[in-house]
């Protein structure tokens, strides 16, 4: 099992550009969380998918959009972006996405913005 | 709202010393507490959760509800520990399992 697994592992965009970055759960899981870390600090939660469907948000703009296949993959999605977008994306994935489920991080995609 | 403080940026200790992370939350209801390592190039990774009360590589935490603390522990530190630990919480009331983490706390263990 080769865990969660994400891409691109490292890119650069340019300001108002807009990036798609990806993840695919770790076999068996079905919830994916995408989390924003910026230098220096804690991941902040993004938002969480469900059965195809976003679940839960945290306060990020809706610049910020995701997506999650039928497959249980998903899709970050960031339009317009701003130099303070470049941060380490990171997808978590669990099972259920239930409180008390061991929640899995994949090693991030590095997004810098210039 | 929920909130995780970790108030050290970097700690640094001799080989053999006693090491002791610490973390205050803030949240209304029944949170469950976590400590996440990041070992150098390496991806994030759970160390222990509260509600299993188990040691994991000698770590300890024990939470506090009186002081809203989950300090993280070890009696002896080795250099291998050297790593980011991040403290986070989930709220029991919210539906899935978002993490709220904290800044991170850098340990350094010399020898």
């Known amino acids: 099992d080769a865990g969660v697994t994400q891409s691109p592992t490292h890119l650069i965009k340019t300001r108002g550009q807009q990036v798609t970055l990806r993840c695919s759960p770790k076999?068996?899981?079905?919830?994916v969380s995408w989390y924003q870390q910026a230098l220096g600090q804690g991941p902040q939660f993004i938002f969480q998918?469900?059965?195809?469907?976003?679940?839960q948000r945290g306060n990020f703009p809706d610049r910020f959009s995701g997506h999650q296949f039928p497959n249980y993959s998903s899709e970050l999605n960031v339009n317009a972006l701003l130099l303070g977008d470049s941060a380490l994306y990171l997808c978590?994935?669990?099972?259920?996405?239930?409180?008390?489920?061991?929640?899995?991080f994949g090693e991030g995609s590095w997004l810098t913005v210039v | 709202a929920q909130r995780v403080t970790q108030p050290e940026k970097l700690l640094s200790v001799f080989k053999g010393a006693p090491v002791e992370l610490k973390c205050n939350y803030s949240?209304?209801?029944?949170?469950?507490l976590f400590w996440y390592v990041q070992y150098s190039r390496q991806r994030l990774q759970l160390l222990l959760r509260?509600?299993s009360r188990e040691s994991i590589k000698g770590f300890t935490a024990d939470l506090n509800k009186g002081e809203t603390s989950f300090h993280l522990k070890k009696p002896f530190a080795q250099e291998e520990d050297s790593a980011m630990y991040y403290c986070?919480?989930?709220?029991?009331?919210?539906?899935?399992?978002?993490?709220?983490f904290g800044g991170g706390t850098r340990l350094m263990v010399k020898p």
């Open positions: 978590a994935s669990s099972l259920g996405g239930l409180s008390g489920n061991t929640i899995y």
């Open positions: 949240y209304s209801g029944s949170p469950e």
């Open positions: 076999s068996g899981h079905d919830t």
């Open positions: 986070a919480l989930s709220g029991t009331y919210t539906a899935g399992n978002m993490l709220t």
């Open positions: 509260h509600i």
């Open positions: 998918y469900y059965e195809e469907e976003e679940r």
